[in-house]
């Protein structure tokens, strides 16, 4: 298999905190890649440097092959990333369906358009709401409204940072669901996350960080398994 | 003629059903059928007032629909209103080659916005400082074009007489057969209304077309907008252009129609008028915009006549008025409002 | 050779105490309450008037701008409490309700007070250096400038309100959980930036021909000076005074006043391209 997202020793440094340190991963076509770690480890500062919101002090971000380190968000997303961050961030004081077709008129047009949006509201369960603001919608909706303005991208690579951040469990295991089934279709993810259920739920591979580097690497089992894991965990506190 | 009726209605206006388009073509009518019914010199006067609603729905899609609070509409209105001026003078233009004086003066003023636009914009110069400094910009013209009163301070013919103003340009000439019709009174009422008809119709299938979309979601989140893809940054330096050059186009036309243009019209209180007319009316839609100014313009004038500072005064109570009771303009809960009742009669 | 030296110090400690006294009080609205208080210039005014009305009722001249400076302040309360408190989450709002305040005040003031007023005539002569002499008056502006930013520090570094008031402007939500009352901080904060432009007009009501508008003179030079140096005054007004001032002095001396002016504005626009948080987010960035 070859490799979606490479980073080559990233570094992130604010002022003398080095945020992010060397930090090499690579994310595999086709798999469900998690990024884990307890609170402080540099998790949401790589994400960023992989989204392109922040500039690495040093290092290289590449994807599908291209050094992308200096491209611009924006360019990113034009080739084949989808970003949706931690913050729950809808465009609040428009209609749901508009939300949608905001981002899918990057690729689509009239008919074509109104079916897939009616695909997405349904997928998303968010069929009842397309003409309310999205402002109002819980907590939870609006985070799968912003999934799905991420996936009518039709991206090559699903960046989601916290997806579950605020969900019950209930609305954590359908977002798992609704992440398994997406991959299930073709779609290589990658999600940074802290509540380890959720990981064993969906995740295939996983990287660990912690103090930002590279603490652990490898198949979900297998770093589960890891005694050193467990105890930054423990040590650490453990998140949720 | 239903793709084009749908490409002008749309989320992002408001008045899209029959209800709106019956009272459209009405007030349309009245318009057309206005000059027949008054005075040279009054439908005149009337065409002034229009020309002045193409900068407030310039500001009515940068600030409501993109967000950009532009406090410098004037600045682009007199930098079009001088080059009109200068490029006319020297060219002692008549016909047709008026309207290239105006394009040019347009051109000038547009020119001008890419390139103070994109030092804001690309330097990330957002909310509050984009409104600071685009007024200064405009306080800072009006004071360097007043003080060129001397003889000195000239291009070619065109002598730009300090706080005097600019004076001597020719008025808009066009071309018919052969001979050419002098825009004023009801030729430069027609012109202007034709004019604005199109802006207005083109502005709101721009608004509702997928650009309009991407202008709101960059007002309501610049951040989420460009991890859709969007390079946002280009969205708002295009629509601050568009914006500025509806302002710029106004400048022009008031020079030609008045054969003037004075500094002033970029000083204060010039410059917080655009301001005052598209808070009072609803910036965030283009009717609510092009009616309320329109009304505004018209009280003003009126009052103005017994006294320009009474006249100012209420203006500012308006604005201070809207702040604090209706923050989304006036016209514009109105319009909401019959919109319920359109609704409710049609049903 | 000393005496141009000294002459053209002196124009920029001019050019310096002008920025720095038109943009203090801005500056502390702005950066207390991310508000642009557009009637900046209206207070100004009121302080430059209320010292001219003073002086000719014979009180002293330095009583006279003391009074002038309160009421300006006291002015800035009134408003903050009446109109502006209502505004608080709504910074544009609370720009645009200014600005229509500024409009109605210069308005009302030329139908009441007419066109123009008899100044009170600068004070205290003049002295030589070399060949040319100076307005002994300017160096008094210049000492009143950094006695301003002397005080500010003084006040926020010091004072029991200066530290209660940059926990607010840091956290206002978080401040308020720790008990400050960041109602009356505000209130204080939009009075002592009143009272600051009701002293500018006063200190340079006695250099001026008095007309309602004059407000307008000091607009632009506050505002690009609040630009330039950010949303932190402490840290980012004098240096956005001494930069702008190197520009405008020399400018000045070159091409005069109208080049000063629109190179200030080049100056800033050039400088928010490079630093769109101004000195003070580029100064605590390096320095964080």
Redesign the interface.
């Known amino acids: 298999m070859t490799a979606i997202l490479e980073t080559r020793q990233l570094n992130k440094r604010f002022g003398g905190l080095s945020a992010v340190a060397d930090v090499s991963i690579a994310v595999a076509t086709g798999e469900i890649h998690c990024l884990i770690g307890p609170n402080g480890a540099g998790k949401s500062t790589l994400f960023k440097l992989i989204?392109g919101?922040y500039a690495p002090s040093q290092g290289e971000v590449l994807f599908r092959g291209e050094n992308v380190t200096h491209r611009?968000?924006?360019e990113r997303?034009?080739r084949g990333m989808s970003?949706?961050?931690q913050v729950p961030?809808?465009?609040?004081?428009?209609?749901v369906a508009?939300n949608l077709?905001?981002?899918l008129?990057?690729t689509l047009?009239g008919p074509a358009m109104e079916t897939e949006k009616g695909r997405l509201l349904e997928f998303l369960q968010l069929k009842d709401d397309a003409d309310r603001p999205a402002g109002v919608l819980a907590h939870g909706q609006q985070q799968w409204l912003e999934i799905g303005?991420a996936l009518a991208?039709k991206p090559a690579l699903l960046l989601l940072d916290e997806p579950t951040a605020g969900m019950s469990p209930q609305e954590t295991e359908r977002t798992g669901d609704m992440i398994k089934s997406l991959n299930a279709q073709g779609m290589t993810v990658l999600v940074v996350e802290h509540d380890m259920t959720f990981v064993r739920q969906i995740a295939q591979q996983v990287t660990v960080l912690h103090l930002g580097r590279v603490f652990a690497q490898g198949n979900i089992d297998a770093v589960i398994a890891d005694p050193r894991v467990e105890e930054i965990y423990l040590g650490k506190g453990h998140g949720h | 003629m239903a793709p084009i009726v749908n490409t002008l209605n749309g989320?992002q206006t408001l008045g899209n059903g029959r209800f709106f388009w019956t009272g459209f073509a009405l007030v349309l009518m009245i318009a057309l059928g206005y000059p027949a019914l008054s005075d040279p010199y009054d439908v005149g006067n009337i065409a002034y007032l229009l020309l002045s609603t193409f900068t407030a729905l310039g500001l009515s899609l940068m600030w409501g629909y993109a967000g950009m609070?532009s406090f410098g509409q004037t600045a682009f209105f007199g930098v079009a209103g001088y080059t009109y001026g200068v490029i006319s003078i020297n060219l002692g233009a008549t016909g047709g080659l008026t309207f290239l004086c105006l394009l040019g003066g347009i051109a000038v003023a547009a020119l001008f916005a890419a390139l103070?636009g994109y030092?804001?914009i690309?330097?990330?110069?957002g909310?509050?400082?984009f409104?600071?400094?685009t007024?200064?910009?405009t306080?800072?013209l009006a004071?360097?074009f007043g003080?060129t009163a001397g003889p000195e301070w000239a291009i070619g013919k065109a002598r730009f007489n300090g706080f005097n103003g600019m004076i001597g340009m020719p008025a808009l000439e066009l071309p018919w057969f052969d001979e050419n019709i002098t825009l004023e009174g009801n030729a430069l009422y027609y012109f202007v209304l034709v004019l604005l008809l199109v802006i207005y119709l083109g502005l709101r299938i721009l608004v509702n077309s997928?650009f309009g979309?991407?202008l709101?979601?960059i007002r309501?989140?610049p951040?989420?907008?460009?991890?859709?893809?969007?390079?946002?940054r280009k969205y708002q330096l295009v629509t601050f252009v568009i914006g500025s050059s509806l302002a710029a186009l106004s400048g022009g036309l008031y020079t030609a129609w008045g054969q003037f243009i004075p500094p002033a019209s970029m000083?204060?209180?010039a410059a917080?008028m655009p301001?005052?007319w598209v808070?009072f009316s609803g910036r965030q839609d283009l009717t609510a915009t092009l009616v309320g100014t329109f009304l505004l313009l018209l009280v003003f004038q009126t009052i103005t006549v017994y006294?320009q500072?009474?006249a100012?005064?209420l203006?500012?109570?308006?604005?201070?008025?809207?702040?604090?009771l209706i923050?989304s303009g006036f016209v514009i809960g109105v319009g909401r409002l019959l919109g319920r009742l359109g609704r409710g009669a049609a049903s | 050779m000393f005496a141009e030296i000294f002459s053209i110090a002196f124009q920029f400690a001019d050019v310096f105490a002008f920025l720095i006294l038109a943009a203090a009080g801005l500056a502390i609205i702005f950066g207390m309450m991310?508000i642009?208080n557009m009637a900046h210039g209206e207070f100004i005014t009121c302080g430059i008037y209320v010292t001219v009305i003073c002086v000719q009722h014979g009180v002293p001249l330095p009583l006279a701008q003391l009074i002038g400076a309160l009421s300006a302040g006291m002015v800035g309360i009134v408003l903050e409490r009446t109109?502006i408190r209502?505004?608080y989450h709504?910074?544009?709002?609370?720009?645009?309700?200014t600005?229509?305040?500024?409009?109605?005040v210069?308005?009302?003031m030329?139908?009441v007070l007419g066109s123009s007023w008899q100044g009170i005539g600068t004070p205290l002569g003049s002295f030589a250096v070399g060949g040319y002499t100076f307005s002994t008056y300017r160096l008094v502006l210049f000492g009143a400038a950094v006695g301003v930013l002397v005080g500010l520090y003084l006040i926020y570094m010091r004072t029991n309100y200066g530290v209660m008031a940059r926990a607010t402007m840091q956290n206002a939500e978080m401040a308020r959980a720790l008990g400050v009352r960041t109602q009356r901080m505000y209130a204080v904060s939009f009075g002592l930036g009143a009272a600051l432009a009701g002293l500018c007009g006063a200190l340079y009501a006695p250099t001026m021909t008095l007309i309602p508008?004059m407000g307008?003179t000091f607009?632009?030079e506050s505002?690009?000076t609040?630009?330039v140096g950010g949303a932190n005054v402490l840290l980012g007004t004098a240096p956005a005074g001494i930069l702008l001032g190197v520009v405008r002095t020399i400018l000045n001396a070159w091409y005069g006043?109208?080049a000063g002016?629109?190179g200030?504005?080049i100056t800033?626009?050039?400088v928010?391209?490079?630093l769109?948080e101004g000195v003070s987010g580029w100064l605590s960035r390096r320095g964080g």
């Not at chain 2, 690309?122 to 110069?125: E, H, T």
């Not at chain 3, 600005?99 to 109605?104: A, E, K, P, V, Y």
Request: glycine content about 8%.
């Open positions: 989204a919101t611009k968000p924006y997303v034009g970003i949706k961050l961030s809808v465009f609040r004081d428009l209609p508009q077709e905001i981002s008129q990057r047009s303005m991208l | 989320p609070f103070l030092f804001l690309y330097g990330r110069v909310g509050v400082f409104g600071i400094v007024f200064a910009t306080l800072a004071a360097f003080q997928r979309n991407v709101v979601a309501e989140d951040l989420r907008t460009e991890l859709l893809g969007y390079d946002v000083g204060l209180p917080a301001i005052i808070a006294s500072q009474y100012l005064i203006m500012g109570f308006l604005l201070l008025v809207t702040v604090l923050p | 991310g642009i109109i209502h505004l709504r910074p544009l709002d609370s720009i645009l309700a600005w229509g305040i500024s409009l109605m210069t308005q009302g030329l139908i508008t307008i607009i632009i505002f690009v609040v630009v006043q109208i002016q629109i200030l504005l800033v626009i050039i928010i391209r490079m769109p």
